[in-house]
């Protein structure tokens, strides 16, 4: 009797086993991908994180979204200006790694050197790696005389290859996308303008005063969106969106180009900033993805 008692006893609980495993499972498998997450979050998240594989570099960050369990990848890429191709004409390279608006005293010669466009572009085009990439340039701008005539001050966008040298900016370029800080005849003073395959779609007033020895820092920042077909440019100072380019042409890809101009006129100096220097703040965060919905 005591045996068919214990005999009942373990077949209940083998029922009982049966039936709470799928619950019991799924709740170790819920467990393992929160710890999963959590430990990919903290590790693609540290700015420290490097990306050897990548051509370009620096670090990728998750960014949360609206979308429960659903978290958007930024790649914090390190972009390097290219030494070979700067236009020694009428740009240099400084020794802190800045690109200023004066030409080279050395004027080194050598081939494949941007001829016509007045700055430089990136060692290597944009990865078409379906995750949104972002870099940072940082200005100082000094206006030794005013400004007229809807002179440049700096440039930064991306274009495809053959459009690079066509002219001394890509703004008003086909296959090119930028935004450019120049003087306008429009509002008067200083304005920044968003352009898209040859037109502006935007300009946007008060960039800062129209006036000799006025200086100041302006600090932009791009988003390239090869999947949603998007750039973003972004005022980091003001932390805030100030156009989004919809329908882009990444069929090739697209080279960072970078300008600046009138020595003349101004003094301007522009320091990229390196993937793993880039603050990453909230605020920042949270307009990048409300840009890229």
Known sequence: MKTNLASDQEEHYQLIEKVNAPANNMKLLLAEKDKSREIASETIDRPETSLTGFPTGGCVHMLKTSVPDTDMALHCITLKYDKDRVNNDKVHINTEGELVNR???????????????????????LPQDGCPQYWEVENWVTVDEPLSDNRLILEIGVSREEERDVHH??????????????????HGGICRWIWKEGECVLCLPDTLPNTAGASHTLHYGVVYDDVRKKIVFVDVKEE???STVENVDSSEPLWPMFGVYNPSLLIVSMRLVLGNDINRTEEKKVTIVKALK
């Open 103 to 125: 030409k080279s005293d050395t004027r080194p010669a050598g081939v494949g050197r941007l001829k016509r466009y007045e700055g430089t572009c990136s060692t290597v085009p």
């Open 169 to 186: 900016c890509i703004a008003g370029r086909p296959h090119s996308y930028s935004m450019n800080v120049s003087q306008c005849t429009v």
């Open 240 to 242: 805030k969106v100030m």
